[in-house]
């Protein structure tokens, strides 16, 4: 089962699809998220979001700052300031 | 009595506003399109971040150590009146109601002994204020055009406010701007910026796992407090945005409308003229024709 993600600036909806994997970097240490991860809330550091779109393909990162994540039964939402 | 001369002048005049005027129009509403779906665009992160503070809010304790952005100073003796307007005009009475409700504000807490202080964003909602509080206004941001404000820029805006409330400057900050509806229908709003105020209601999301935090409530709550008053500012400088279209937009077509019916009634009269003048010039032909 995949796992929805989203990610969100104050400009506009960046992203908004299913994926493998995440790999979110926490401001207490990086953390990845798949499918049917916990409830969860963490403030993000600045730095990339690793996407996994499937299981063994190539990561896609995108440089994020001022972000704030959350993992709740619909998936994962990353509220960043800024998204490249 | 004006001359047929003049009339024809008259004409060719309003004809050119009401081209500047139709051209106006159109611009606006190719504007407001922009502005509609910038506006659109922004609303999934302010409502997330709405439901987060509020959740996060309802779990936190007010003590000593919440963020004093959360529990207020204590106090409500000083209140800043952040007033957004646009930079310019021609926009019907789009800066003049805005300016208005501010200042309705104003007399009511300045007639309870409050002390009113303004921070304006927007040239033309500054000058109706400063005449009326000359000594009152604080700061004052010349936004330029609407539509091309960034988050960095109200990001910017959000921490100064935030840096003056921590100095101490006011106790409870207000922003005004103009909400937009319809193309027809933009309503000036009040809205409480500082401290930040938790919509009742929002927080009633049941979620039936325990959620983790990392790190603690508090900690998050400090992080998203400030980032909350720059997106709200964000967001009412994108509705100011669309409002400011659809009321110039409005504007000009009335604008238009009227110069239309100014042209139709001076044709009226340069032709009633011209054919007086000919019926003139015929009875002296006749007249000087029978005379022989």
Redesign the interface.
């Known amino acids: 089962m995949p796992l929805h993600f ?1 990610l ?6 960046v992203r908004s699809e299913e994926v493998y994997q995440v790999v979110v970097p ?3 240490g990086d953390f990845g998220v798949l499918a049917n991860h ?6 993000v550091r600045d730095g990339n979001l690793t996407v996994y779109a499937e299981e063994k393909s190539q990561p896609e990162t995108i440089a994020i700052r ?1 972000g ?1 994540a ?1 993992v ?2 619909k998936g994962l ?1 990353v ?1 960043a ?2 998204a490249e | 009595m004006a001359s047929l001369k003049a009339l024809k002048d008259r004409i060719g005049s309003v004809k050119s506003t009401q081209k500047i005027t139709k051209a106006m129009q159109m611009v606006a509403a190719a504007k407001l399109k922009r502005a509609q779906n ?1 506006a659109e ?2 609303r ?3 409502q ?2 709405e439901k ?1 503070v509020a959740s ?1 809010a309802s779990k936190v304790t007010i003590s000593s150590t919440t963020p004093k952005l959360l529990s207020g100073t204590g106090k409500d003796d000083v209140h800043l009146f952040v007033v957004a307007t646009s930079d310019k005009g021609l926009a019907g009475a789009f800066n003049a109601n805005i300016a208005r409700l501010a200042r309705r504000e104003a007399d009511k807490l300045i007639a309870q002994g409050k002390t009113v202080e303004f921070y304006t964003i927007g040239r033309k909602g500054r000058a109706v204020l400063r005449r009326l509080y000359p000594k009152q206004m604080k700061h004052a941001i010349e936004p330029g055009d609407l539509g091309k404000l ?2 960095d820029d ?2 910017e805006w959000a921490e100064d406010l935030i840096k003056r409330y921590e100095d101490g400057e006011f106790d409870v900050a207000h922003l005004f701007y103009s909400e937009f509806q319809s193309v027809l229908s933009q309503v000036p709003t009040q809205q409480q910026l500082i401290p930040v105020k938790i919509p009742e209601g929002a927080a009633e999301e049941k ?9 603690d409530e508090e ?2 709550l400090a ?2 407090l400030p ?1 909350n008053v ?2 709200q500012i ?2 009412a400088m994108r509705e100011n945005a669309a409002s400011e279209q659809g009321s110039k937009m409005t504007a000009m077509d009335n604008a238009t409308r009227n110069a239309g019916d100014l042209i139709k009634r001076l044709n009226i009269e340069y032709n009633r003229k011209r054919q007086a003048a000919i019926t003139t010039e015929l009875v002296e032909i006749i007249s000087g024709a029978e005379a022989l």
């Open positions: 989203e969100v600036t104050p400009e506009k909806l926490g401001a207490e916990a409830p969860f809330m963490a403030t001022g704030f959350e709740n039964d939402t509220l300031e800024h | 910038a665009a922004g999934p992160y302010a997330r971040l987060v996060l960034t988050f109200a990001h979620s039936s796992a325990a959620v983790e935090y990392e790190p900690a998050i992080d998203l980032r720059a997106v964000f967001r």
